[in-house]
């Protein structure tokens, strides 16, 4: 976890908040498990492993919580279930989110680092004079994997670089 336990235990007691184990907990698997957009279920069955006694609708307020302190973003990708990733300003950082590619054949989804966005955020601004403070992009297609077991199935024998 990039953030220590203390400088956590510090961020909740500014807001007034419990220390709790619980929480901890819950901060713990998700800044464990970065490269994954986890559901609260998901997190549950983590947590639970090493706090058995905890119920999912605990959880679900932990995560609620952590989205108010900022910590926690949620992430709708289409699938019908809501997920949960650490947000840059767990690190301290204010950059925007990363992206999303999405797989309309497997599903997997892929994060893209890359934000092209900031000459039209400006734009906006500057036109309209509305502040852009966050975007969400989702791009729709086929994964490498996918392309390359398509182009096997069609048997058409010409390779193509992916």
Do not use: W
């Not at 961020?11 to 998700?30: A, D, I």
């Not at 905890?54 to 699938?79: E, P």
């Not at 590619?101 to 934000?115: R, Y």
């Not at 199935?153 to 390779?159: A, E, V």
Request: aromatic residues 6%.
């Amino acid at each position: 976890m990039s953030i220590s336990k203390e400088n956590f235990k510090k961020m909740l007691r500014e807001k007034g908040l419990k220390v709790t184990n619980q929480r901890l907990l819950v901060l713990e698997v998700l800044a464990d498990h970065r490269d994954k957009h986890m559901t609260a279920e998901d997190i549950y069955d983590l947590v639970k492993e090493d706090y058995p006694d905890i119920g999912l609708a605990t959880i679900y307020r932990t995560v609620q919580l952590f989205r108010k302190m900022q910590l926690v973003d949620r992430i709708n990708l289409d699938d019908g279930c809501l997920r949960y990733e650490i947000s840059d300003l767990f690190d301290g950082e204010t950059k925007h989110h990363h992206h999303h590619l999405i797989c309309k054949t497997c599903g997997k989804v892929i994060p893209f680092e890359e934000d092209l966005l900031d000459e039209l955020e400006r734009l906006i601004e500057k036109e309209t004079g509305f502040l852009v403070s966050d975007h969400e992009l989702k791009f729709y297609g086929q994964c490498e994997e996918c392309l390359k077991k398509q182009h096997c199935i069609s048997g058409t024998g010409t390779h193509v670089e992916v």
